[in-house]
């Protein structure tokens, strides 16, 4: 998803992001930076957590996998982009840039037990249609 960037090259720009744009509530804001470029993070999937992941600077890669076992590879390297992530994507991040900052917006607060770590429980839950 592309948000509206406010401004000019001269003056800088501002992103504003409001409810309309987005496809649920935010309940939760947090943000990964200052992560090594040879370090990859996720491995995981949410049982019910969406979330929108914004890359405020630099970039990185984001590689999603859903439930039918589709794979997709996206580069979030523009501030004004949203990359959605629904519940049951296996995502990992990684080839973090230099001063990159990934923010998230998430539309529930922290659980560990939404979290499904391990891949073959996945697999297994995706075989299920859970
Ligand atoms: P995790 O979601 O595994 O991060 P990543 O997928 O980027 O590697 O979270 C890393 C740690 O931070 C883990 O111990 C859980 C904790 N954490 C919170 O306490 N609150 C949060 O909102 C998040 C996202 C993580």
Known sequence: ????????????????????????????????????KDIARGFHAHKELEQILICINGSVVINCE????????????????????????????????DGAILLVLASDLYNEEDYIRDYVEFKNRCNRGE
């Open 1 to 36: 998803m592309s948000f509206k960037a406010i401004g000019e090259k001269c003056e800088g720009y501002l992103v504003p992001i409001e409810d309309i744009q987005i496809l649920f509530n935010i309940r939760r804001v947090y943000y990964v930076y200052n992560t090594p």
């Open 66 to 97: 859903d439930v039918e076992g589709r794979k997709e590879q996206y580069i979030l390297n523009n501030p004004a982009l949203g990359l959605y992530i629904g519940r049951m994507i296996w995502h990992t991040m990684e080839q973090f840039s």
